[in-house]
């Protein structure tokens, strides 16, 4: 698991091969994650927007950005936790993402950026 704290947010991954929906002959490669966001502030936050960087081990590169995660806006008191699982297809057996999320102060309504730390997925039949 990768964990990162940034702005008074903890953010929390795990990454998963998703033997059954990869298609390895069509270089297509399936990957769940699981994200904990952890809010370690004195004030309520709320998870504007995410922004997604996906690297292909063969150089493609993609940026995903959008409201929410999961089509949720979640709100987090101090010392709460939200967690999602989410996925990602990749052309090679082998990528990295990372990113960042808009948050929220709930008390003031001035928005901050809370990093999403680079995490890595890798099939396991790579792993040597």
Same mark, same amino acid.
């Given at each position: 698991?990768?964990?990162?704290?940034?702005?008074?947010?903890? /953010?929390?991954?795990? !990454?998963? *091969?998703?033997?059954? *929906?990869?298609?390895?002959? @069509?270089?297509?490669?399936? +990957? =769940? *994650?699981? /994200? !904990? /966001?952890?809010?370690?502030?004195? +004030?309520?936050?709320?998870?504007?927007?995410?922004?997604? +960087? /996906? *690297?292909?081990?063969?150089?493609? @590169?993609?940026?995903?950005?959008?409201?929410?995660?999961?089509?949720?806006?979640?709100?987090?008191?101090?010392?709460?936790? +939200?967690?999602?699982?989410?996925?990602?297809?990749?052309?090679?057996?082998?990528?990295?993402?990372?990113?960042?999320?808009?948050?929220?102060?709930? @008390?003031?309504?001035? !928005?901050?950026?809370?990093?999403?730390?680079?995490?890595?997925?890798? =099939?396991?039949?790579?792993?040597?």
């Amino acid at each position: 698991m990768i964990s990162k704290i940034s702005e008074g947010v903890q /953010i929390s991954v795990e !990454t998963f *091969y998703q033997d059954e *929906y990869s298609h390895p002959v @069509n270089s297509e490669y399936m +990957f =769940a *994650y699981r /994200i !904990t /966001i952890e809010n370690h502030n004195h +004030f309520s936050v709320k998870l504007l927007r995410r922004h997604w +960087f /996906i *690297y292909d081990s063969n150089g493609q @590169n993609r940026e995903v950005e959008g409201e929410g995660v999961v089509g949720m806006q979640p709100v987090l008191e101090p010392g709460k936790q +939200f967690q999602y699982v989410s996925g990602c297809n990749l052309k090679t057996e082998i990528g990295r993402m990372q990113g960042t999320y808009l948050m929220e102060n709930l @008390n003031s309504l001035s !928005t901050f950026i809370v990093k999403i730390p680079p995490f890595q997925m890798v =099939a396991p039949f790579k792993n040597n």
